[in-house]
Structures are given as structure tokens and as C-alpha cells.
């Protein structure tokens, strides 16, 4: 048997269901998982809410990156054996126990990694690799905005936008919250909720602006980010914590001649080799000791509407994990 989130209907975290489930064998081409750790995001609130774009058909397990250890594998499985350790993306059902699952869906974990600590943080070190090396590809001497740089993503942006030789600004929504962006290689801080991120970015740049924005919030920091944009600079946007953004006027971006993109991570991995060739990427800046992967907090399973609720109510930095 193994524990296993499920909803039953979307809402606040009281929908959250812990049941037990008769896992089973594998089947051919699948592999049974021993997991270790299980990503938790806020996109994983926002699945439970219903209003994630991976909307699932009810009853639903929830979760959606992990890693861990095989115990066994089906027949025809020739990549993986028991004992080896796996992480994977985008695979519903990850907040379990235990879990059959295709083998093909899985990417090794290089020796000397902590399984534990790649679930909490692989979904958001692709996402950064995506973002600084083929969205828009930061140089050596860019300056750059990070908004929410002490959270999870956030951290993971500066640490390797800082690493590629950037200046790196990030804002944060509390004075606590400047010494993690500050520690994560932000050169610079601003408290969005106590000034105008725009106008501190003029005064930081002399007036020139930033090369690229990097925003996970949407339409709360749109017209900032317009103003805080150089020439030519690119807004990024990956996220919409804050809501969907409004229907843009293509004038606005003409004002200074901007590009501007909206991304999502599945689009950049659509073949085996493209994923691996991006998870070769991350897993070698991690090696070189430009990305700190530490988990910032630890949850159990049988806690996990609290882990949503904090999560929702701005009480976690870094990354978070949930462990069986």
C-alpha cells in the first residue's frame, strides 16, 4: 500500500485527501518508485484551486515532480534497474509514497546528488535554463531583473544569471526577504511593497534600464516592467502569480521597441533529446557549484495542507519539498 494526495473536487486546501492505494507491480516498459522527495509549488496550489492550465479530470491524484529509488522494473525496461536513482517532470500523481510509472518518463540522477533535493528543486533549475540561456540568453555585463528573487525560482535565477556574469536586481515583498536575494547573488534589492521598483531600477541603471525581465507574477508588475525595460530589452514572463495579464497593446512595446514572451517549460522539451540535452546542462552548472540546490523546507506527506496553505500565504522561501 502507499499513501497518496488525491482531490475530489477543486478548492482550498481542505479538498486535499491523503488515501491509501494498492500500488501493484510494474507492467512492461514501467517501473516501480520508492520516492524520496516530492516538489511542491505554487503551481501545485493552483492545480488544487483548478485554475492551473493542467486541469485534471476528478478524482485526481495531485503533484507533478519527483524523485526517488527504483525497487523494480517491468519487462522490456533495459535503462534502469532496482536501486537506481530517477527524477522526473510534469507526471500527475507525484505526492505518493510509492508509484508505478512509465520508465521512459524518467532521467537518471547523476552520482553524488541527493534525490531528495532534485525533486525540490529539477522543475525550477529547467525552468531557469530555459529562461537565461534560450529565451533570452543573458551575456556578461546584462543587467537583469528578477522579480521574487528570494523565492524558489527567484534564488535559482540570480544564482545563475550571477554565474553567467550578470548584474543581477532582484525584488523581494519584505525586508527579511533581501538577505536570501542577496545571498543568492543579487546585486541589488528592491522591497516592492515599500517602493517603486520601476523608479529604483532608473536610478540603479542611470536611466538605461534593464536588458530582460524575468517575471513569475503578470499583471500586478506589468507596467513596471515596461518602465524598467531598456530599448530593445525583453520581458519574460513565466508565471502569473498575481492574475492573468490584461490583453497587451502592441503600441506599448513598440514605445521602446520590445519583445516580449510568454513561456512554459513543456514547449522547450518536446523531444528526449532536447530534455536531455537541457537536464545535461543543469546537472553540469550544478557540478561547477553555481546553483545551490539545499532545500529550504521540509514537509511530510500527512502535512501537505499545510504545506499548500504556507505556500499560498508568502511563508516559504527557497525550495520546498515533501518527503513520504
Same mark, same amino acid.
Given at each position: ?18 488515501? !491509501? ?46 524523485? @526517488?529509488?527504483i525497487e523494480a522494473v517491468g519487462e522490456g525496461v533495459e535503462s534502469f534497474k532496482p536501486g537506481d536513482a530517477v ?37 525550477? *533549475? ?10 533570452? *540568453? ?15 525560482? @527567484? ?10 556574469g550578470a548584474t543581477v536586481i532582484g525584488t523581494v515583498g519584505s525586508d527579511g526577504k533581501a538577505v536570501i536575494a ?20 532608473? !536610478? ?10 524575468? !517575471? ?86 500527512? !502535512? ?13 522561501? @527557497? ?6
Amino acid at each position: 500500500m502507499s499513501k497518496v494526495v488525491r482531490i475530489n473536487e477543486f478548492g482550498g486546501p481542505d479538498v486535499l485527501r491523503i488515501e !491509501d492505494e494498492d500500488v501493484g507491480a510494474p507492467g512492461p516498459g514501467e517501473v516501480l518508485l520508492q520516492q524520496t522527495g516530492m516538489a511542491m509549488h505554487f503551481a501545485d496550489t493552483m492545480l488544487r484551486e483548478g485554475k492551473y492550465h493542467l486541469k485534471p479530470d476528478l478524482p485526481s491524484a495531485i503533484g507533478l515532480d519527483g524523485a @526517488g529509488i527504483i525497487e523494480a522494473v517491468g519487462e522490456g525496461v533495459e535503462s534502469f534497474k532496482p536501486g537506481d536513482a530517477v527524477c522526473y517532470l510534469f507526471n500527475l500523481g507525484a505526492h505518493a509514497e510509492r508509484r508505478v510509472m512509465a520508465a521512459d518518463a524518467l532521467m537518471p540522477v547523476p552520482e553524488g546528488l541527493d534525490p531528495r533535493n532534485i525533486a525540490a528543486t529539477f522543475l525550477r *533549475c529547467m525552468t531557469a535554463q530555459y529562461l537565461l540561456r534560450q529565451t533570452y *540568453c543573458v551575456q556578461a555585463g546584462d543587467t537583469i531583473l528578477v522579480h521574487t528573487a528570494a523565492g524558489g525560482m @527567484g534564488t535559482l535565477l540570480c544564482q545563475w544569471a550571477k554565474a553567467l556574469g550578470a548584474t543581477v536586481i532582484g525584488t523581494v515583498g519584505s525586508d527579511g526577504k533581501a538577505v536570501i536575494a542577496t545571498a543568492a547573488g543579487a546585486d541589488h534589492v528592491i522591497n516592492s511593497r515599500k517602493g517603486d521598483v520601476a523608479g529604483a531600477v532608473h !536610478d540603479i541603471t542611470d536611466g538605461g534600464g534593464v536588458a530582460a525581465v524575468y !517575471d513569475g507574477i503578470g499583471r500586478d508588475v506589468w507596467e513596471a516592467n515596461i518602465a524598467a525595460l531598456r530599448p530593445t530589452g525583453y520581458l519574460v514572463n513565466y508565471g502569473h502569480m498575481s492574475g492573468i495579464i490584461e490583453p497587451i497593446d502592441p503600441m506599448q512595446l513598440n514605445s521602446k521597441s520590445l519583445f516580449f514572451a510568454k513561456v512554459s517549460l513543456p514547449h522547450f522539451m518536446l523531444t528526449p533529446e532536447a530534455k536531455r540535452e537541457m537536464a545535461d546542462d543543469v546537472f553540469g552548472v550544478i557540478a561547477d557549484g553555481a546553483l545551490d540546490i539545499s532545500v529550504s523546507q521540509e514537509y511530510k506527506l500527512a !502535512d501537505i495542507r499545510q504545506a499548500h496553505e504556507d505556500i499560498v500565504g508568502g511563508k516559504t522561501t @527557497g525550495s520546498v519539498v515533501i518527503v513520504p
